[in-house]
T-cell receptor, first 110, second 111 residues
Framework: QQQVKQSPQSLIVQKGGISIINCAYE??????FPWYQQFPGKGPALLIA?????SEKKEGRFTISFNKSAKQFSLHIMDSQPGDSATYFC?????????FGQGTELSVKP | EAQVTQNPRYLITVTGKKLTVTCSQN?????MSWYRQDPGLGLRQIYY???????DKGDVPEGYKVSRKEKRNFPLILESPSPNQTSLYFC??????????FGPGTRLLVL
Protein backbone atom coordinates (compact mmCIF):
# COMPACT_ATOMS: atom_id res chain seq x y z
CA GLN A 1 0.00 0.00 0.00
CA GLN A 2 2.84 2.37 0.71
CA GLN A 3 5.16 1.26 -2.05
CA VAL A 4 6.27 3.42 -4.90
CA LYS A 5 7.44 1.45 -7.92
CA GLN A 6 9.88 3.12 -10.29
CA SER A 7 11.03 2.10 -13.75
CA PRO A 8 13.29 1.67 -15.56
CA GLN A 9 16.16 0.83 -13.25
CA SER A 10 18.63 2.29 -15.76
CA LEU A 11 18.29 4.41 -18.86
CA ILE A 12 20.69 5.42 -21.62
CA VAL A 13 19.71 8.37 -23.79
CA GLN A 14 21.51 10.25 -26.52
CA LYS A 15 22.27 13.93 -26.04
CA GLY A 16 19.25 15.96 -27.11
CA GLY A 17 16.83 13.09 -26.59
CA ILE A 18 13.95 12.76 -24.15
CA SER A 19 14.41 10.82 -20.93
CA ILE A 20 11.27 9.36 -19.39
CA ILE A 21 11.08 7.78 -15.94
CA ASN A 22 7.87 6.31 -14.57
CA CYS A 23 6.49 5.75 -11.10
CA ALA A 24 3.36 4.05 -9.80
CA TYR A 25 1.77 4.11 -6.38
CA GLU A 26 -1.15 2.46 -4.61
CA UNK A 27 -2.08 4.68 -1.68
CA UNK A 28 -4.43 7.45 -2.77
CA UNK A 29 -3.74 9.34 0.46
CA UNK A 30 -0.32 10.47 -0.81
CA UNK A 31 -0.47 14.26 -1.10
CA UNK A 32 2.85 15.34 -2.61
CA PHE A 33 5.05 13.77 -5.27
CA PRO A 34 8.62 15.06 -5.57
CA TRP A 35 11.44 13.99 -7.85
CA TYR A 36 14.99 14.04 -6.57
CA GLN A 37 18.26 14.07 -8.48
CA GLN A 38 21.39 12.56 -6.99
CA PHE A 39 24.95 12.84 -8.27
CA PRO A 40 27.62 10.37 -7.12
CA GLY A 41 28.91 11.19 -3.66
CA LYS A 42 26.16 13.72 -2.99
CA GLY A 43 22.85 13.78 -1.19
CA PRO A 44 19.62 13.89 -3.20
CA ALA A 45 18.39 17.33 -4.25
CA LEU A 46 14.82 18.28 -5.11
CA LEU A 47 14.34 18.63 -8.84
CA ILE A 48 10.62 19.23 -9.24
CA ALA A 49 7.44 18.30 -7.38
CA UNK A 50 3.71 18.09 -7.97
CA UNK A 51 0.51 17.82 -5.95
CA UNK A 52 -2.27 15.41 -6.98
CA UNK A 53 -4.70 18.15 -8.01
CA UNK A 54 -2.42 19.12 -10.92
CA SER A 55 -1.92 17.00 -14.05
CA GLU A 56 1.31 18.53 -15.26
CA LYS A 57 4.09 20.76 -14.00
CA LYS A 58 6.96 22.09 -16.06
CA GLU A 59 10.18 23.71 -14.91
CA GLY A 60 12.63 24.38 -17.70
CA ARG A 61 13.51 21.08 -19.38
CA PHE A 62 11.86 19.02 -16.63
CA THR A 63 8.18 18.09 -16.67
CA ILE A 64 6.11 15.94 -14.33
CA SER A 65 3.02 14.31 -15.78
CA PHE A 66 0.53 13.08 -13.18
CA ASN A 67 -2.30 10.64 -13.85
CA LYS A 68 -4.41 10.44 -10.70
CA SER A 69 -6.85 7.82 -12.00
CA ALA A 70 -4.02 5.49 -13.05
CA LYS A 71 -2.01 6.28 -9.92
CA GLN A 72 1.04 6.97 -12.02
CA PHE A 73 3.39 9.88 -12.50
CA SER A 74 6.40 10.38 -14.69
CA LEU A 75 9.39 12.64 -15.18
CA HIS A 76 10.26 13.86 -18.66
CA ILE A 77 13.64 15.44 -19.31
CA MET A 78 13.62 17.24 -22.64
CA ASP A 79 16.81 17.89 -24.62
CA SER A 80 18.76 15.62 -22.27
CA GLN A 81 22.36 16.69 -21.63
CA PRO A 82 25.41 14.78 -20.37
CA GLY A 83 25.20 16.90 -17.20
CA ASP A 84 21.81 15.30 -16.50
CA SER A 85 23.55 11.96 -15.95
CA ALA A 86 22.60 11.08 -12.39
CA THR A 87 20.30 8.86 -10.38
CA TYR A 88 16.68 10.01 -10.19
CA PHE A 89 14.23 9.09 -7.46
CA CYS A 90 10.52 9.62 -7.39
CA UNK A 91 8.81 9.84 -4.01
CA UNK A 92 5.40 10.16 -2.43
CA UNK A 93 4.51 11.79 0.85
CA UNK A 94 2.01 10.65 3.46
CA UNK A 95 1.98 12.78 6.57
CA UNK A 96 5.54 12.86 7.86
CA UNK A 97 6.57 9.86 5.78
CA UNK A 98 8.33 10.10 2.43
CA UNK A 99 8.35 6.89 0.40
CA PHE A 100 10.96 6.67 -2.36
CA GLY A 101 11.06 4.65 -5.52
CA GLN A 102 14.02 2.39 -6.19
CA GLY A 103 15.83 4.90 -8.39
CA THR A 104 16.76 5.22 -12.06
CA GLU A 105 20.35 5.60 -13.17
CA LEU A 106 20.31 7.91 -16.20
CA SER A 107 23.25 8.13 -18.55
CA VAL A 108 23.17 10.71 -21.33
CA LYS A 109 25.66 9.94 -24.10
CA PRO A 110 27.29 12.82 -26.00
CA GLU B 1 25.12 29.21 4.12
CA ALA B 2 21.98 27.13 4.58
CA GLN B 3 22.98 23.54 5.07
CA VAL B 4 22.51 20.17 6.72
CA THR B 5 25.68 18.74 8.20
CA GLN B 6 26.37 15.15 9.21
CA ASN B 7 29.23 13.70 11.20
CA PRO B 8 31.12 11.56 10.72
CA ARG B 9 31.11 11.23 6.94
CA TYR B 10 32.72 7.81 7.06
CA LEU B 11 32.69 5.29 9.87
CA ILE B 12 33.97 1.75 10.26
CA THR B 13 32.92 -0.04 13.43
CA VAL B 14 32.41 -3.51 14.83
CA THR B 15 29.25 -5.37 15.70
CA GLY B 16 27.73 -4.29 18.98
CA LYS B 17 29.70 -1.09 19.53
CA LYS B 18 27.26 1.77 20.10
CA LEU B 19 27.58 4.71 17.76
CA THR B 20 25.93 8.04 17.09
CA VAL B 21 25.71 9.91 13.81
CA THR B 22 25.00 13.57 14.31
CA CYS B 23 22.83 15.76 12.11
CA SER B 24 22.49 19.51 12.38
CA GLN B 25 20.65 22.10 10.29
CA ASN B 26 20.91 25.88 10.37
CA UNK B 27 17.65 26.72 8.60
CA UNK B 28 15.31 26.64 11.62
CA UNK B 29 13.38 23.78 10.04
CA UNK B 30 10.68 22.03 12.02
CA UNK B 31 10.92 18.72 10.18
CA MET B 32 13.94 16.42 10.17
CA SER B 33 14.34 12.87 8.96
CA TRP B 34 16.84 10.03 8.59
CA TYR B 35 17.12 7.73 5.57
CA ARG B 36 19.30 4.84 4.58
CA GLN B 37 20.25 4.19 0.98
CA ASP B 38 21.05 0.72 -0.27
CA PRO B 39 21.65 -0.39 -3.88
CA GLY B 40 18.44 -1.39 -5.63
CA LEU B 41 16.28 -0.30 -2.69
CA GLY B 42 16.36 3.47 -3.06
CA LEU B 43 16.10 5.54 0.09
CA ARG B 44 14.15 4.19 3.01
CA GLN B 45 13.01 6.35 5.87
CA ILE B 46 14.20 5.34 9.34
CA TYR B 47 12.72 7.98 11.65
CA TYR B 48 11.36 11.46 11.30
CA UNK B 49 10.59 14.36 13.60
CA UNK B 50 7.90 16.98 13.08
CA UNK B 51 9.31 19.24 15.80
CA UNK B 52 11.21 19.25 19.09
CA UNK B 53 10.37 16.22 21.24
CA UNK B 54 8.16 14.78 18.48
CA UNK B 55 9.53 11.73 16.67
CA ASP B 56 7.95 8.89 14.75
CA LYS B 57 8.96 5.71 12.98
CA GLY B 58 9.54 5.50 9.27
CA ASP B 59 9.62 2.29 7.26
CA VAL B 60 12.78 0.72 8.72
CA PRO B 61 13.19 1.84 12.36
CA GLU B 62 14.40 -1.47 13.82
CA GLY B 63 17.84 -1.18 15.41
CA TYR B 64 17.83 2.62 15.45
CA LYS B 65 16.97 5.34 17.95
CA VAL B 66 16.63 9.08 17.57
CA SER B 67 16.06 12.08 19.77
CA ARG B 68 15.04 15.68 19.10
CA LYS B 69 15.93 17.76 22.12
CA GLU B 70 16.78 20.85 20.10
CA LYS B 71 15.31 22.11 16.85
CA ARG B 72 18.61 22.10 14.97
CA ASN B 73 19.89 18.63 15.95
CA PHE B 74 18.58 15.16 15.20
CA PRO B 75 21.12 12.45 16.07
CA LEU B 76 20.78 8.85 14.90
CA ILE B 77 21.82 6.24 17.45
CA LEU B 78 22.71 2.64 16.78
CA GLU B 79 22.78 0.97 20.21
CA SER B 80 24.17 -2.35 18.96
CA PRO B 81 25.11 -2.12 15.29
CA SER B 82 24.94 -5.21 13.12
CA PRO B 83 26.41 -5.87 9.65
CA ASN B 84 22.97 -5.42 8.03
CA GLN B 85 23.12 -1.80 9.09
CA THR B 86 26.04 -1.21 6.77
CA SER B 87 24.66 1.48 4.51
CA LEU B 88 24.77 5.09 3.35
CA TYR B 89 22.79 7.31 5.70
CA PHE B 90 21.25 10.67 4.92
CA CYS B 91 19.72 13.26 7.18
CA UNK B 92 17.26 15.77 5.76
CA UNK B 93 15.32 18.78 6.98
CA UNK B 94 12.51 21.00 5.75
CA UNK B 95 9.94 23.54 6.72
CA UNK B 96 6.79 21.50 6.74
CA UNK B 97 5.42 21.02 3.24
CA UNK B 98 8.48 22.42 1.55
CA UNK B 99 11.64 21.07 -0.06
CA UNK B 100 13.65 18.58 1.94
CA UNK B 101 17.32 19.49 2.08
CA PHE B 102 19.63 16.51 2.38
CA GLY B 103 22.96 16.30 4.12
CA PRO B 104 26.10 14.94 2.40
CA GLY B 105 25.66 11.42 3.77
CA THR B 106 27.44 9.14 6.21
CA ARG B 107 28.87 5.90 4.92
CA LEU B 108 28.82 3.26 7.65
CA LEU B 109 30.52 -0.13 7.58
CA VAL B 110 29.76 -2.55 10.40
CA LEU B 111 32.17 -5.48 10.59
Amino acid sequence: QQQVKQSPQSLIVQKGGISIINCAYENTAFDYFPWYQQFPGKGPALLIAIRPDVSEKKEGRFTISFNKSAKQFSLHIMDSQPGDSATYFCAARLGGKLIFGQGTELSVKP
Amino acid sequence: EAQVTQNPRYLITVTGKKLTVTCSQNMNHEYMSWYRQDPGLGLRQIYYSMNVEVTDKGDVPEGYKVSRKEKRNFPLILESPSPNQTSLYFCASSSWGETQYFGPGTRLLVL
